[in-house]
């Protein structure tokens, strides 16, 4: 099993393009998560689904998007990239609310 | 919103010391989780503690959730280079979804 992996490892953007990371978990969890982590601010959670075709704002949600619509998947889109935005990105997974959460090795990114 | 304070923040100590660090809340967890994250990857589940005035060991390190279930430590023993990373403690609240998690304590052991 490999359990949750992300694509890409490392991107580099300029402001104002768009980009999609995906997260794949093959643990059959319903719960799924994306996470922001800057220097001092910890990791803060932007969305997160439920189940398949549900998604819902975290702490931190403006300038990004999501859409879950197999089980296994979780996109988080950056529509209008801002050097706000470059941080490293975490995707996680939970079979039950409050339970471990499996974590993705990450997503550096580089806004310009 | 529910804060985890993490203390301390920074922490750097030699071989075979013992260390404990802190997670703090006002608020009241149903549980609490420790993860350890180590350079380029993502977290990793250490423990899990449910029970107020619970207390979980694993090798050397032992885990402690306060009486009031608002506060945890980990104690390490003997500390190896191996230990150094990211510890991150994070608490789940009742029916929520979500994980509250602290903004970690950074622990080098130097050889």
């Known amino acids: 099993n490999a359990g949750v992996t992300q694509t890409p490892k490392f991107r580099v953007l300029k402001t104002g393009q768009s980009m999609t990371l995906l997260c794949a978990q093959d643990m059959n969890h319903e719960y799924m998560y994306w996470y922001r982590q800057d220097p001092g601010m910890g990791l803060r959670l932007i969305h997160y689904s439920v189940g398949e075709g549900t998604t819902a704002k975290g702490e931190v949600p403006d300038g990004y998007n999501v859409s879950r619509l197999k089980k296994q998947n979780f996109l988080l889109g950056l529509e209008s990239a801002a050097p706000s935005q470059t941080s490293v990105y975490f995707c996680?997974?939970?079979?039950?609310?409050?339970?471990?959460?499996?974590f993705g090795p990450g997503t550096r990114l580089t806004v310009l | 919103t529910q804060l985890l304070e993490q203390s301390p923040q920074f922490l750097s100590i030699q071989e075979g010391e013992n260390l404990t660090v802190y997670c703090n809340s006002s608020?009241?967890?149903?549980?609490l989780q420790w993860y350890r994250q180590e350079p380029g990857e993502g977290p990793v589940l250490l423990v899990t503690?449910?029970?107020?005035?619970e207390v979980k060991k694993l090798k050397r390190l032992t885990f402690q959730f306060g009486d009031a279930r608002k506060d945890s430590s980990l104690h390490i023993t003997a500390a190896q280079p191996g230990d150094t990373g990211l510890y991150l403690c994070a608490g789940a609240e009742g029916s929520n979804y979500k994980l509250t998690f602290g903004k970690g304590t950074l622990l080098t052991v130097n050889p």
């Open positions: 608020s009241v967890f149903s549980s």
């Open positions: 503690v449910v029970t107020g005035g």
């Open positions: 996680a997974s939970s079979y039950f609310r409050g339970t471990e959460q499996f």
